[in-house]
């Protein structure tokens, strides 16, 4: 049974920091690209940051040099360092695995909330 767990969210003022975990659990995690997205209130789902299972990285505009994504094979856990939060960045965000083979493989973990407000 594949579970990925995130934590580390909560509330945070303009400014502040908070760095996000998911571990991961069933799946060959080092082959897996890892990413985190977010979906604010009356908006889509959005890619924030992945990271390839050779740690190639990639992140939205809107986080560029705020936020960095990083993996640790070894304890099977994706990170998300956020920093420079500002309110925009309030959302609920999501742990994603993906793995590409002759079908398809995603798995989304059940979120946590980010709040940045004063």
């Known amino acids: 049974q594949v579970q990925l767990v995130e934590s580390g969210g909560g509330l945070v003022q303009p400014g502040g920091s908070l760095r996000l975990s998911c571990a991961a659990s069933?799946?060959?995690?080092?082959?897996?690209?890892m990413g985190w997205y977010r979906q604010a209130p009356g908006k889509q789902r959005e890619l924030v940051a992945v990271?390839?299972?050779?740690?190639?990285?990639r992140y939205a505009d809107s986080v560029m040099g705020r936020f960095t994504i990083s993996r640790n094979n070894v304890k099977n856990t994706v990170y998300l360092q956020m920093n420079a939060l500002k309110p925009e960045d309030t959302a609920v965000y999501y742990c994603?695995?993906?793995?590409?083979?002759?079908?398809?493989?995603?798995?989304w973990g059940q979120g946590t909330q980010v709040t940045v407000s004063s």
């Open positions: 994603n695995a993906h793995y590409r083979s002759n079908s398809d493989y995603d798995y």
């Open positions: 069933g799946i060959i995690f080092r082959v897996y690209a």
């Open positions: 990271i390839t299972g050779v740690n190639m990285t």
